[in-house]
């Protein structure tokens, strides 16, 4: 269990702070749209010299934005507990922290996939996009993690097999 966590926080440390993301990820009415694709699109991350490590964790400093209901932030704050439940990734609130992830109420569910600096909004629309694992999903695209089909690789690890598909 030690190993998969420090496995996956050393994964997560290093796409969660490359120097620009790529890609910007929207999620509206349970459809993937694409919005934004740079062309840099497959840069190697690179970590950063303000990275909140001690020891073995990982801290991303997050603020909810205040027109949330009481029960809309304890949903959101579920799905943010939920990674150091498993994972060596720990959510805080944010004090005085340059980079953070700022979580508002936005037309859709979205996020760029990476860290921007400063300021990073995950939005998480009131009307459709508060369950714990919406929350997580979205989280993941802001600590670096893109969706499996837009990997540049994908196409080596995939077989389409044509006559099971029905026109």
Same mark, same amino acid.
């Given at each position: ?17 490359? +120097?620009? %993301?790529?890609?910007?990820?929207? !999620? /509206?009415?349970? &459809? ?30 997050? +603020?909810? %934005?205040? !027109? ?16 150091? &439940?498993? /994972?060596?990734? !720990? ?8 980079? &953070? ?32 694992? /919406? ?24 077989? +389409? ?7």
């Amino acid at each position: 269990m030690f190993v998969t966590k420090v496995t996956f926080g050393l994964l997560a440390l290093l796409l969660v702070f490359s +120097v620009r %993301a790529e890609e910007m990820v929207r !999620h /509206t009415n349970l &459809y993937q749209r694409h919005l934004y694709q740079r062309q840099q699109r497959h840069q190697y991350p690179k970590l950063m010299d303000d990275i909140a490590v001690n020891e073995r964790n990982i801290y991303v400093p997050y +603020v909810i %934005a205040n !027109h949330y209901s009481s029960r809309e932030v304890e949903i959101i704050k579920r799905g943010l507990d939920s990674f150091s &439940y498993s /994972t060596c990734i !720990h959510f805080f609130p944010r004090s005085n922290e340059r980079d &953070y992830i700022s979580i508002e109420s936005r037309s859709g569910c979205y996020s760029y996939v990476g860290r921007q600096g400063y300021s990073q909004t995950v939005s998480l629309d009131r009307n459709g996009c508060l369950y714990p694992s /919406t929350v997580q999903h979205e989280l993941l695209h802001a600590l670096g993690f893109n969706h499996e089909q837009t990997r540049s690789d994908r196409d080596n690890h995939i077989q +389409v097999i044509w006559e099971n598909i029905i026109d």
